[in-house]
């Protein structure tokens, strides 16, 4: 297992930026696919985008495209969410979340066992 911290939230007007940063506090980070997902008020959690443990494959769903970027850093055990051009509608509470492998499952937020605790963001019109 690894236990998550999330970081990098906060206040900004729509069209700014943000990036959030998901650290391993304890256990290896590169080993497993990680998840940005987010739940904004009286919302269902939504998985918002995804990398595998080597990098090579990600994937976001269609209303970040062109607008937020997943990375990591190995050197640091972190991975990274590049967020641009924030519209209101993206004021959340974003996780993120850890999985071992990678396949469609993980495109789905029940495939994800080990969480952070949340960071708020939120964008002001």
């Known amino acids: 297992q690894v236990q998550l911290e999330e970081s990098g939230g906060g206040l900004v007007q729509a069209g700014g930026s943000l990036r959030l940063s998901c650290a391993a506090s304890?256990?290896?980070?590169?080993?497993?696919?990680v998840a940005w997902v987010r739940q904004a008020p009286g919302k269902e959690r939504e998985l918002v985008s995804c990398?595998?443990?080597?990098?090579?494959?990600?994937y976001s769903i269609n209303s970040v495209k062109g607008r937020f970027t997943i990375s990591r850093d190995y050197t640091k055990n972190t991975v990274y969410l590049q967020m641009n051009s924030l519209k209101p509608e993206d004021t959340a509470v974003y996780y993120c979340?850890?999985?071992?492998?990678?396949?469609?499952?993980?495109?789905?937020?029940?495939?994800?066992?080990?969480w952070g605790q949340g960071t708020q963001v939120t964008v002001s019109s």
């Open positions: 990398v595998n443990s080597d990098d090579s494959n990600s």
């Open positions: 979340a850890a999985a071992r492998g990678w396949g469609p499952r993980l495109m789905k937020i029940s495939a994800y066992a080990d």
């Open positions: 304890e256990g290896t980070l590169s080993s497993y696919s």
